[in-house]
């Protein structure tokens, strides 16, 4: 599976947009790309997951450029509790995820 | 949406005792499983993938007498760390993915083993 490349903080002020991004430069045409987040002593909560075209739920929006060798993860307003660990991880249909060093998101008052 | 569930939350135990820890599927089957271990500041790595009614898939590097998984329905697989000594003393997680294909794994709330 393709390795990922994140910042590894951000910090972003409650109530504005929190943009992450991944390189996945060695991406192959089958991968999908998954963002993950853990909050301290807790297991990692799925966030969202696309392979080409860009994707928004609830929780965030995935945009995915054009060559897929990069991506961010949008959480639009963010608040107090989005603070985490966000993983993007990326994988073909093997089942397995393997997780990297993430970014440690901290969002401030 | 989908849950998975482990027991126990945490647990303390003296060192030499074996402890299981449970994961469960809640509102969907899982064929596949797997099992994570995270220590303090690290990231989650993968110890092995169990597969309902066959034999786990380990990672390199774990030691599958030590870390007996047991997968024997759709919607429970249990790992039991035998005879634990203090540097097992870990954060582990499981995850599990309802369907096949793309759809993503989603993990329990980790059970924390500190061997005394």
């Known amino acids: 599976d393709a390795k990922t490349t994140q910042p590894p903080s951000m910090d972003c002020a409650e109530g504005r947009a929190a943009n992450l991004p991944c390189n996945h430069s060695?991406?192959?045409?089958?991968?999908?790309v998954y963002w993950y987040r853990q909050i301290h002593s807790q297991g990692p909560q799925y966030i969202i997951h696309?392979?080409?075209n860009n994707e928004t739920n609830e929780m965030a929006s995935l945009i995915i450029t054009e060559d897929r060798k990069s991506s961010t993860l949008i959480l639009p307003h963010a608040t107090l509790r989005d603070t985490a660990v966000y993983y993007c991880i990326v994988r073909v249909n093997t089942d397995k995820l393997i997780f990297g060093t993430g970014t440690r998101l901290q969002v401030f008052p | 949406g989908a849950v998975v569930s482990q027991h126990p939350s945490w647990v303390i135990c003296k060192s030499g005792t074996s402890v299981k820890i449970e994961c469960r599927s809640l509102?969907?089957?899982?064929?596949?499983m797997f099992w994570y271990r995270q220590f303090p500041k690290q990231s989650l790595m993968l110890m092995a993938t169990?597969?309902?009614?066959?034999?786990?898939?380990?990672e390199q590097g774990v030691e599958k007498d030590k870390f007996l998984i047991n997968h024997a329905s759709l919607t429970l697989s249990t790992l039991t760390v035998t005879s634990a000594h203090p540097e097992d003393s870990s954060f582990y997680i499981c995850?599990?993915?309802?369907?096949?294909?793309?759809?993503?794994?989603?993990f329990g709330d980790g059970t924390r083993l500190s061997i005394l």
């Open positions: 060695t991406i192959s045409g089958n991968e999908y």
């Open positions: 995850s599990a993915r309802e369907g096949s294909g793309n759809q993503p794994q989603h």
């Open positions: 509102d969907f089957q899982a064929t596949t």
């Open positions: 696309g392979l080409k």
């Open positions: 169990s597969n309902e009614g066959s034999k786990a898939t380990y």
